[in-house]
């Protein structure tokens, strides 16, 4: 059964970059024809997707993030990243790594989701 | 972007009572909704995709319905781990966004 694991840093500083791993298990990345995706939710707040991006590297971005977010692949450790660049407080979420079906449509499975606060 | 506007925000309900949300697209969006289910704690699970299609292993209790812009989920008779924060969510060519939630509560 596929699984997806977040792993974070727990505490980034403010104006500095928040990267993001998630390593995919029981599934490969490759010929997968998936997008592979994040999606954010601050505490006690709703849903936030990120972008995402496809085993050929292909990426999606939400336009009010883009200009700080990258996605990456790396089909060799069957993992996929994420870096937001320029954080404030206001990043301070839970991130969750999903499975895209389709093109970016409905997500599933997700990751169990990391913590990340942003503080000085 | 598609917005998606999702009430109630809160939902008081009992078991055995049948409970509707809805969600309206700012756009057309066709069936491209889905819909989740999240517990405290837990990532948000799949129950519904394309409007009305159950993701295999959610009971039959919970269904969809809609087309366009306006959207229903309904659960036709709530058990007690029926409890928890729903959201909608629509997919449009590359574009995801979610409606803001609502908190199913017991009564």
């Known amino acids: 059964q596929m699984q997806l694991q977040e792993s974070a840093p727990g505490l980034v500083r403010p104006s500095e970059t928040l990267s993001l791993t998630c390593t995919v298990s029981g599934a490969s990345i490759s010929h997968s024809s998936y997008y592979w995706g994040w999606i954010r939710q601050p505490p006690g707040k709703g849903l936030e997707w990120i972008g995402a991006?496809?085993?050929?590297?292909?990426?999606r971005y939400n336009p009010s993030l883009k200009s700080r977010v990258t996605i990456s692949v790396d089909t060799s450790k069957n993992q996929f990243s994420l870096s937001l660049r320029s954080v404030t407080t206001t990043d301070t979420a839970t991130y969750y790594c999903?499975?895209?079906?389709?093109?970016?449509?409905?997500?599933?499975?997700w990751g169990h989701g990391a913590l990340v606060t942003v503080s000085s | 972007d598609i917005q998606v506007t999702q009430s109630p925000s809160t939902l008081s309900a009992s078991v055995g009572d049948r409970v509707t949300i809805t969600c309206r697209a700012s756009?057309?969006?066709?069936?491209?909704l889905a819909w989740y289910q999240q517990k405290p704690g837990k990532p948000p699970k799949l129950l519904i995709y394309q409007a009305s299609t159950l993701q295999p292993g959610i009971p039959p209790r919970f269904s969809g319905s809609g087309s366009g812009t306006e959207f229903t989920f309904t659960i036709s008779s709530l058990q007690p781990d029926d409890f928890a924060t729903y959201y909608c969510?629509?997919?449009?060519?590359?574009?995801?966004?979610f409606g803001q939630g609502t908190k199913l509560e017991i009564k």
């Open positions: 991006v496809y085993e050929d590297g292909d990426t």
């Open positions: 999903v499975r895209h079906f389709g093109s970016i449509d409905w997500s599933d499975p």
């Open positions: 969510q629509q997919y449009d060519t590359y574009s995801v966004t």
């Open positions: 756009q057309n969006i066709n069936v491209w």
